[in-house]
C-alpha cells in the first residue's frame, strides 16, 4: 500500500496589472456579490467593474499554484485612511491561507502609501471572515460610512502597529 504524496500549495499575491488579471478580478467581484446575496450594497457595482482598476489605490489578485483564486482592493479615504474592499476567494481555494495573504498584501499596500489606520466592514454572517479580521489586528469600530444593512460590522487596524508582512514569497 502507498501514500499518495500532495506538493505544497503554493499561494502568492501581486497586483492586478493586465487586462486578463483585471477580467478575472471582475470575475471574482461578481462571485463576491452574487455570494453576498444582497443587492443593496452593490448598486454600483457594475460602474465600479467597467472602471476598474480606477476608484482603488490598490488592486490585488490571489493565485493558488498559479490559478486566479481571490482578489482584494484598496480604497483610499479622507483622515489618512485606506479601506480595504472586496475580499473574496473563491470556494475551492479557501482554508489555504489566501484570504490572509490577500489581507496581508493589501495592509503591506496601505503601509507603503503612508496610510494611518484601515478600515472595513463586512457582514456579520461571514464568520471566518470576521474571525481572520480580528486574529489579523482589526478591533471592532465605529461606522465610518452609511450603511442600509442591519447585518454589518465595521473594524479598523492602526496602521503604524500593523505586523510585517506574512506572506510567503
Do not use: N
Not at 448598486?43 to 483564486?69: C, H, I, N, R, Y
Not at 489618512?80 to 490572509?100: D, K
Not at 489586528?137 to 496602521?159: I, K, Q, R
Amino acid at each position: 500500500m502507498s501514500a499518495t504524496v500532495h506538493a505544497p500549495t503554493m499561494v502568492t499575491v501581486r497586483e492586478a496589472q493586465s487586462s486578463a488579471d483585471l477580467d478575472a478580478v471582475r470575475g471574482l467581484m461578481r462571485a463576491y456579490a452574487a455570494e453576498a446575496g444582497v443587492e443593496v450594497c452593490f448598486q454600483t457595482l457594475d460602474a465600479e467593474l467597467k472602471a476598474l482598476p480606477a476608484g482603488f489605490s490598490a488592486v490585488l489578485v490571489g493565485m493558488v499554484d498559479g490559478t486566479t483564486a481571490g482578489c482584494i482592493a484598496l480604497k483610499a479615504l479622507p483622515e489618512g485612511r485606506s479601506e480595504i474592499v472586496r475580499l473574496y476567494v473563491a470556494p475551492e481555494a479557501r482554508r489555504l491561507g489566501l484570504g490572509r495573504a490577500l489581507v496581508d498584501a493589501a495592509l503591506d499596500a496601505a503601509r507603503t502609501h503612508g496610510r494611518a489606520k484601515v478600515v472595513l466592514h463586512t457582514l456579520a454572517r461571514w464568520r471566518a471572515a470576521t474571525a481572520l479580521y480580528r486574529d489579523m489586528g482589526f478591533a471592532p469600530a465605529a461606522p465610518y460610512c452609511a450603511e442600509p444593512l442591519d447585518d454589518v460590522l465595521f473594524f479598523e487596524c492602526p496602521s503604524p502597529t500593523l505586523p510585517a508582512s506574512r506572506s510567503a514569497t
